[in-house]
């Protein structure tokens, strides 16, 4: 997986301003029938509106017939066997990806540890980050209470550092001594503008340039700092199946 590094430029920024589907061709059919004519699909239309107004009588989920993954909210932890309780994702309401939502982040105690990683090798590193604070969370008889985090603290053209936050429902007290770089502290906490990516990793890229815009047009000053919540488990960067919620934390 490789990244065109849309943080960097997004913080350089930061820095400085602080025709439709084709339709299938109908075959004659033979007599006495005729072929139905092939379903038209519409692409989805993007908007830039934020707080879009939620319909009361619409569900986010699709039908159970047509569903192709679980909900972001019902999806296991980590490596986690089938069964193990749905972890919530911080903010309920599931996101469009047409859309843009101003959300207030909750500050969650959660399970902390730092990294870095170059680009091309970010997913798999990430999946070790959880992975590791999964087992330490075991050793201490702690439970997991939400989805896996990744905070982007330090970007550059080679890689980008991070840290890696699952939340809990409580700190231990006392806390434990550091080990392993494991530590507890909390979640990014307080105003911020979410933006939904649905797709496979290697895609992301596409949605930073949605986010970069849309702050651009909108003359939005935000934190230098990047949040993705994996509301789906990471499996591999081309997985179309990935749901991620991006925060943007606004200053």
């Known amino acids: 997986m490789i990244r065109l590094r849309p ?33 038209q ?11 879009p107004v939620a319909d009361p009588g619409k569900s986010a989920a699709p039908a159970p017939q047509q569903s192709v993954a679980p909900p972001p909210a019902g999806q296991s932890a980590v490596g986690a066997p089938a069964g193990t309780p749905a972890r919530p ?15 207030t ?31 330490d969370l ?7 209470a939400g989805r896996p985090l990744a905070v982007f603290t330090r ?13 809990v429902s409580a700190a231990p007290s006392p806390a434990p001594a550091e080990t392993d770089g494991l530590r507890f502290g909390t979640t990014p906490s307080g105003k911020a503008l ?17 986010l970069t815009a849309y702050l651009d047009a ?10 993705e919540e994996y509301a789906t488990d990471l499996k591999d960067s081309t997985d179309d199946n990935l749901d991620v919620n991006i925060y943007a934390l606004v200053k």
């Open 138 to 144: 075991a050793k201490l008889g702690v439970a997991p």
């Open 89 to 103: 994702t911080l903010i309920e309401k599931a996101g469009d990806p047409g859309d843009v939502d101003e959300v």
């Open 7 to 39: 943080l960097v430029a997004l913080s350089a920024a930061l820095v400085l301003a602080s025709g439709g589907p084709i339709a299938a061709q109908q075959q004659p059919a033979p007599p006495p029938s005729t072929a139905p004519a092939p379903a």
């Open 105 to 135: 982040l909750p500050a969650k105690p959660a399970a902390i540890l730092s990294g870095k990683t170059k680009w091309e090798e970010a997913l798999p590193n990430l999946k070790q980050a959880f992975t590791r604070i999964e087992a």
């Open 41 to 51: 699909t519409n692409p989805l239309p993007t908007t830039t509106a934020p707080n």
């Open 155 to 167: 970007t550059d053209d080679d890689g980008f550092e991070f840290e890696a936050m699952i939340p």
């Open 194 to 210: 979410r933006f939904a990516h649905k797709g496979s990793y290697e895609s992301i890229d596409s949605t930073y340039e949605t």
């Open 218 to 227: 909108k003359d939005i000053v935000v934190q230098d700092r990047f949040v």
